[in-house]
């Protein structure tokens, strides 16, 4: 078995579905020891012996004990009080070597009988729910794949015995279930919500219909959506009851939430309100892809509190060309903000070529849930129906942004100056990262913030706050932390100005001027007055430089290469790649230039040509930023050496990049030597044969950030053998689509899902 069950005699009390259905998938999955089962129906008993479930049972339950490892409660809630009874009368707590679990859907009530039978909370029960079930019942509807690929929720007390969860865990994973852990009042409000609600509202949904005097033509004519939804209606209204029942604070609170907003949405039909109800329908469609897919790819943590997660490995092989003509994605920058800006204009605006990733999806369903009514994305083609400045509502709940840095930073100071309280949170890399350079700055305009330990994520920006305008002198350059100031500016009172040490992209100053918001600049400084008023534009999103920047160095390193970027944003601010590449010798040509609302744009032609080692501009420096894991592997591969310094920034990416670049060249054995601020990258050696290999293969670990995972794939392109590059789920979060085109125009990859 791939988790084995060491348990030698098992004890299912309750065989029904989801006990039958246990025994089912331990079987299948090879368990030896001996399978026992409790159940006052004898026919049920009988049935699972005749079916090779179970050896034996009874449905006396003192007659089963003796030599039983682990029991199993399978009983309905409210019948778990009466077992829990019968088994503290025959001393089970007092037995070190047994292990008694159940898999109840509420919680709360389970504890509170197991304290009330055994006087405390044994230090051997460990409380369950799998997340799995049907409408069928009875143990003849055991199913040995009901788990599979379902979640089991346990949720131990401080005092359970570890080994205890271990024993439990290690059944469900037998089952083919994925374990996880959470807290019992967590527990109970989460499937409230998720489990409970739905069941309570389908039930009503099919009694109501069956009660009209025309029940024979409305079921009659019952499309497959009322099926879908009604499928549950058909499950076991006792134990539904009693779930209800032992339930019943949490569910309540879910249904009045439910109710709240049936109330608001019943209200935009009477009113004819379409800008209403298109939020409330639009805000759930994407609602519900967005979390699905994000809770698919393993990159979310959203109500389950995931302890154990899937890992995506890329594998890439060397050699070949880079050839063809393609368009990267949308620029991530500019989706972010021409959805923020779309979001707080009067008027609906178009926006074209959005990046479809994780990120800029994350900031699309945070808008949705404060109320702007948001059509697409649709083939990059997205529709904003703006609120204004002041027209936000507060959202129900804390504002998840993914692994998006950029969208935190520029929602601190978008947020700053709301009426209402608002919580932004992220995945765990971004839990990492520094917002102290946004929250002070915004301190000082008399922005209320609350940051976790080392002014990390989660922030927590109190609503009603005056802000005033500021002078500020960024104390590193940062494109992010003058965006979110400016943002700021807008609700603040006079003037806001802020110096940058040196320049950063400047895609929130243009876009706020294409808005009709007047930005003013003079050298490195730009201000902006407050209580002015966005105007809706059109947006064209340029493809993104940070991502065409993998395959112009694909390009630039292998022999052979020749390739077109199509539209790729050219923002003077944002082409410290392209002037790095052209100092270390690439061949690289700037064709049809032109400006796209405010952004200059163009199709970049790179051919390969040999790559020599320069010491990197400092002026440069924060013009490439995004750009340097790429630009290490053209280091990797260019004759010499390249020299990085006054580059620390990049130690809170969303990785520490300079070590996680460091640590995979040491893997493929690319000499180098780390700096606090930059790093020498030693390249091939002076009349090394351009056309082999540079450096040799083996396995990295991205740490989880995209760029990283990305840069590698580029680099087993000139390696001695394939590169294994470890958790690269996040690349969609910048990129969707990177492997498919990367195979387009030449490069060998995969991916592949293990286990972490």
Same mark, same amino acid.
């Given at each position: 078995m791939a988790h084995e069950v060491r348990e030698s005699r098992l004890l299912i009390v309750g065989l029904g579905l989801i006990g039958g259905s246990l025994a089912a998938a331990l079987r299948d999955a090879g368990f030896e020891g001996e399978i026992l089962a409790c159940d006052p129906d004898a026919d049920e008993i009988a049935r699972g012996v005749e079916m090779g479930l179970i050896e034996r049972g009874d449905t006396r339950l003192a007659t089963l004990l003796d030599g039983v490892s682990m029991i199993v409660l399978a009983v309905p809630v409210l019948a778990m009080r009466e077992v829990l009874e019968a088994l503290a009368e025959q001393g089970v707590a007092d037995d070190p070597s047994l292990v008694i679990t159940d898999v109840g859907s509420t919680k709360g009530a389970i504890r509170e009988a197991a304290e009330a039978a055994f006087g405390r909370l044994p230090v051997n029960l460990v409380l369950g729910h799998p997340i799995a079930g049907s409408e069928k019942s009875g143990v003849a509807a055991s199913d040995s794949h009901l788990y599979v690929g379902h979640k089991v929720i346990l949720t131990p007390a401080t005092t359970t015995a570890p080994s205890a969860v271990a024993r439990v865990r290690a059944l469900w994973q037998a089952a083919g279930a994925e374990v996880?852990?959470?807290?019992?009042?967590?527990?109970?409000?989460?499937?409230?919500?998720?489990?409970?609600?739905?069941?309570?509202?389908?039930?009503?949904?099919?009694?109501?219909?069956?009660?009209?005097?025309?029940?024979?033509?409305?079921?009659?004519?019952?499309?497959?959506?009322?099926?879908?939804?009604?499928?549950?209606?058909?499950?076991?209204?006792?134990?539904?009851?009693?779930?209800?029942?032992?339930?019943?604070?949490?569910?309540?609170?879910?249904?009045?939430?439910?109710?709240?907003?049936?109330?608001?949405?019943?209200?935009?039909?009477?009113?004819?309100?379409?800008?209403?109800?298109?939020?409330?329908?639009?805000?759930?469609?994407?609602?519900?892809?967005?979390?699905?897919?994000?809770?698919?790819?393993?990159?979310?943590?959203?109500?389950?509190?995931?302890?154990?997660?899937?890992?995506?490995?890329?594998?890439?092989?060397?050699?070949?060309?880079?050839?063809?003509?393609?368009?990267?994605?949308?620029?991530?920058?500019?989706?972010?903000?021409?959805?923020?800006?779309?979001?707080?204009?009067?008027?609906?605006?178009?926006? =074209?070529?959005?990046?479809?990733?994780?990120?800029? @999806? !994350?900031? +699309?369903? &945070?808008?949705? #849930?404060?109320? $702007?009514?948001?059509?697409?994305?649709?083939?990059?083609?997205?529709?904003?129906?703006?609120?204004?400045?002041?027209?936000?509502?507060?959202?129900?709940?804390?504002?998840?942004?993914?692994?998006?840095?950029?969208?935190?930073?520029?929602?601190?100071?978008?947020?700053?100056?709301?009426?209402?309280?608002?919580?932004?949170?992220?995945?765990?890399?971004?839990?990492?990262?520094?917002?102290?350079?946004?929250?002070?700055?915004?301190?000082?305009?008399?922005?209320?913030?609350?940051?976790?330990?080392?002014?990390?994520?989660?922030?927590?920006?109190?609503?009603?706050?005056?802000?005033?305008?500021?002078?500020?002198?960024?104390?590193?350059? =940062?494109?992010?932390?003058?965006?979110?100031?400016? @943002? !700021?500016? +807008?609700? &603040?009172?006079? #003037?806001?100005? $802020?110096?940058?040490?040196?320049?950063?992209?400047?895609?929130?100053?243009?876009?706020?001027?294409?808005?009709?918001?007047?930005?003013?600049?003079?050298?490195?400084?730009?201000?902006?007055?407050?209580?002015?008023r966005l105007s809706a534009a059109p947006i064209d999103v340029p493809s993104d430089i940070s991502s065409a920047t993998f395959f112009l160095v694909a390009a630039a390193i292998t022999p052979g290469s020749d390739l077109v970027l199509e539209h790729v944003g050219v923002?003077?601010?944002?082409?410290?790649?392209?002037?790095?590449?052209?100092?270390?010798?690439?061949?690289?040509?700037?064709?049809?230039?032109?400006?796209?609302?405010?952004?200059?744009?163009?199709?970049?032609?790179?051919?390969?040509?040999?790559?020599?080692?320069i010491d990197i501009p400092v002026d440069q420096v924060p013009l490439a930023i995004d750009e340097f894991p790429a630009l290490f592997v053209a280091a990797a591969n260019a004759e010499g050496v390249t020299r990085l310094r006054d580059a620390a920034e990049l130690r809170v990416k969303e990785s520490d990049r300079l070590q996680a670049m460091a640590d995979g060249f040491a893997v493929l054995g690319v000499e180098h030597r780390l700096y606090d601020d930059g790093i020498d990258i030693v390249g091939r050696r002076e009349g090394q044969d351009d056309e082999g290999p540079s450096y040799g293969g083996g396995r990295v670990d991205s740490l989880g950030d995209h760029r990283i995972a990305m840069a590698f794939a580029v680099a087993a392109l000139r390696a001695s053998d394939a590169v294994a590059i470890d958790d690269c789920a996040n690349v969609a979060t910048s990129f969707p689509g990177f492997i498919e085109l990367a195979r387009r125009v030449g490069l060998t990859i995969e991916a592949q899902q293990e286990d972490a």
């Open positions: 996880l852990e959470m807290e019992v009042e967590r527990h109970d409000q989460v499937l409230a919500r998720t489990s409970h609600l739905p069941h309570l509202l389908a039930f009503s949904l099919v009694d109501t219909l069956a009660r009209q005097d025309d029940r024979l033509e409305i079921f009659r004519y019952a499309a497959g959506g009322f099926r879908d939804f009604t499928r549950i209606a058909g499950s076991d209204p006792v134990m539904w009851r009693d779930i209800f029942a032992a339930n019943q604070q949490a569910v309540l609170a879910a249904l009045d939430d439910f109710e709240a907003g049936l109330a608001r949405l019943r209200q935009a039909v009477a009113d004819g309100d379409a800008d209403a109800m298109l939020s409330t329908f639009d805000r759930a469609s994407h609602a519900r892809r967005y979390f699905d897919s994000l809770l698919n790819q393993s990159s979310y943590q959203a109500e389950y509190q995931m302890q154990e997660q899937a890992t995506l490995r890329y594998r890439a092989g060397p050699g070949g060309e880079v050839r063809g003509r393609i368009r990267v994605p949308g620029d991530k920058s500019v989706s972010h903000r021409a959805i923020m800006l779309g979001a707080l204009a009067e008027g609906v605006t178009e926006v =074209s070529g959005f990046l479809e990733g994780e990120d800029s @999806l !994350a900031t +699309l369903q &945070a808008f949705r #849930e404060m109320g $702007v009514a948001i059509e697409g994305p649709h083939q990059g083609r997205v529709t904003i129906h703006g609120v204004g400045l002041h027209g936000l509502k507060a959202p129900s709940g804390p504002l998840y942004v993914g692994n998006a840095g950029t969208a935190m930073r520029l929602f601190a100071g978008l947020l700053a100056g709301q009426a209402f309280d608002t919580e932004l949170t992220g995945d765990v890399s971004l839990t990492k990262r520094p917002m102290g350079r946004v929250a002070d700055p915004l301190r000082e305009m008399g922005a209320v913030i609350e940051t976790a330990e080392g002014g990390r994520p989660p922030l927590n920006l109190r609503g009603g706050q005056a802000l005033q305008g500021i002078t500020y002198d960024m104390p590193m350059a =940062s494109a992010q932390v003058k965006s979110c100031l400016l @943002l !700021a500016g +807008l609700y &603040a009172e006079g #003037e806001t100005r $802020v110096r940058e040490p040196a320049p950063t992209r400047d895609h929130t100053e243009r876009m706020l001027g294409g808005f009709g918001y007047r930005v003013e600049r003079e050298g490195d400084t730009c201000w902006l007055e407050g209580g002015g923002n003077p601010t944002r082409i410290g790649v392209i002037n790095i590449l052209k100092l270390m010798g690439a061949d690289l040509r700037l064709e049809n230039e032109r400006e796209v609302g405010g952004e200059p744009v163009a199709d970049l032609h790179i051919r390969h040509a040999p790559l020599k080692g």
